[in-house]
């Protein structure tokens, strides 16, 4: 096992200490192929443990020089104790109650992938310095604010590129050999949970955000107060601007206790009129009053309503996601004129308030990436009637508080997933005059047919049908990007057209 004094010079790709190191990676998905084949470029020796894994995944470990043991994680591997490596590198599915991964914070030095990647950022450096990085976390919206965030940097004219948990990992992004100016990473709390608290492998973003919290992955961290401890160390060490949202006091709590580079900023986004220092919208105006000189007396325009409204960004969840995005641009000084091009151009991805289609005067609308009730929230506010379809694993979280709140104004709520008792019993408490319809089939090739068909039956002319399901896929389904397209597929077939060109969206849930 390598002294702490070896670990601690591995600040830079071009470190010797690489070399020779002893490493284990746990999982094997594409986070953790990515890890491999990094430090086998990099020089050191590598085992890799997954339960399983894909074929073509472990021939390709073969191939570049790697080894491959398969074997179940939630005993500890013989091999792994046998091993006794000099760093164990965790990828984010693998939960901290996991007995492998127990063991190697009690025996060995862990580190995630972003700890990893931070170390070796430097690799292709286009300026002077190593490409910074733009942080991005939340419950919800993180996808798509990277992407908005990507967008306008690009507009600016720098080479910028989203990666993490959007599905491109970190580590593939910076051996890139053409670079990059700036690193736009979406972190789920996972992510954040395995990333270190303090040295060489700590992130020092230029610019961070969490965009909303609410309780998620609960199973996975222990609890609320963990996974939102996850969140916070997005903020840690930011250089120029925290920004967080002004309608959630936990955001802004986690801003005050950040430990940040002297002179970095607070910078809150919302919907209304913005205080100085913030951004926000005054009538149809999106404006900046955080990063002009005359903040308490000026406003710098950075888009409008009618922008958002042609980019399908109007909605009130997408609005604030746009605002989030431009601060994180301003802090990098994109010009207003940049964020707006970026705005006027950008198309919100498949599965987040898709409209599949409208016939008879009902909308059919598919946001199968709201995989939990903080989600489903923005979604149904969005709506004036609603066919609600809900349902699926729900992760440890409640869904009695959405049900509550919105139950009994749908039309009617069409119950998917092989667990439905949660919803059923919701609605018999808070809404029990709404029409409860059942899809009973378990058949993945029937679900979404059976769930169309139902809403169907009860839709009326200006009703939107919602799929909204406030709860992960993997029950009956690949991903949510499975489930949405299946349930496109299911009302272009009810409706008697074609399905629209299929999409390639990744199928992460991690928040």
Aim: net charge negative; glycine share 8%; with cysteine.
């Amino acid at each position: 096992m390598s002294s702490p004094s070896r670990l601690s010079s591995l600040d830079s790709w071009y470190a010797e200490g690489w070399k020779g190191l002893d490493v284990a990676v746990l999982g094997l998905g594409a986070t953790g192929f990515s890890v491999a084949d990094t430090l086998v470029e990099l020089g050191s020796d590598v085992t890799v443990y997954s339960t399983d894994a894909p074929a073509d995944s472990v021939e390709l470990l073969d191939v570049i020089g790697a080894r491959f043991v398969q074997t179940p994680l939630d005993v500890v591997p013989d091999a792994l104790v046998q091993q006794a490596p000099d760093v164990v590198i965790v990828s984010p599915g693998l939960p901290p109650h996991n007995a492998t991964v127990q063991w190697s914070v009690a025996s060995s030095t862990v580190w995630g992938d972003i700890e990893l990647a931070w170390r070796v950022r430097d690799k292709v450096v286009r300026g002077p310095v190593a490409a910074p990085w733009i942080t991005i976390t939340g419950t919800n919206g993180k996808t798509t604010t990277t992407q908005l965030t990507t967008a306008m940097y690009e507009s600016g004219g720098l080479r910028a590129v989203a990666c993490g948990n959007i599905g491109v990992p970190v580590l593939d992004v910076v051996r890139d050999p053409v670079g990059y100016d700036v690193l736009v990473v979406e972190l789920s709390s996972h992510q954040l949970h395995y990333m270190a608290d303090s040295g060489d492998g700590a992130v020092v973003p230029l610019a961070s955000a969490c965009l909303n919290i609410a309780d998620d992955h609960l199973e996975w961290h222990g609890s609320a107060e963990a996974y939102r401890a996850a969140k916070a160390k997005v903020y840690e060490r930011t250089v120029m601007a925290c920004v967080y949202n002004t309608s959630d006091e936990v955001t802004r709590h986690m801003v005050q206790e950040a430990d940040v580079v002297e002179g970095c900023r607070a910078v809150g986004f919302t919907p209304g009129v913005p205080a100085p220092g913030d951004v926000g919208i005054v009538e149809d105006v999106l404006c900046d009053r955080a990063f002009t000189e005359d903040r308490r007396n000026s406003a710098l325009e950075l888009s409008t309503v009618a922008d958002l409204e042609t980019a399908g960004l109007a909605s009130p969840h997408m609005t604030m996601n746009v605002l989030a995005a431009a601060a994180l641009a301003r802090a990098g000084t994109v010009q207003p004129g940049a964020i707006q091009a970026a705005v006027r151009g950008f198309r919100a991805d498949h599965h987040r308030t898709e409209l599949v289609a409208e016939a008879e005067g009902i909308a059919w609308v598919d946001d199968s990436k709201a995989t939990n009730p903080h989600a489903a929230t923005a979604s149904l506010a969005s709506f004036d009637t609603v066919v609600w379809i809900v349902g699926g694993l729900f992760k440890g979280v409640d869904i009695d508080g959405l049900v509550e709140r919105f139950g009994p104004d749908v039309r009617a709520v069409v119950v998917i997933g092989t667990d439905r008792g949660p919803v059923l019993e919701a609605f018999a408490r808070h809404a029990s005059a709404v029409p409860v319809l059942q899809v009973e089939t378990t058949d993945t090739d029937q679900v979404m047919r059976e769930a169309v068909r139902h809403a169907a039956s009860v839709a009326r002319p200006g009703d939107t049908v919602l799929l909204a399901p406030a709860a992960a896929s993997f029950d009956q389904f690949g991903s949510y990007a499975d489930r949405g397209r299946r349930f496109a597929a299911a009302v272009h077939e009810h409706l008697g057209g074609e399905v629209d060109g299929d999409d390639t969206d990744g199928s992460s849930e991690q928040s």
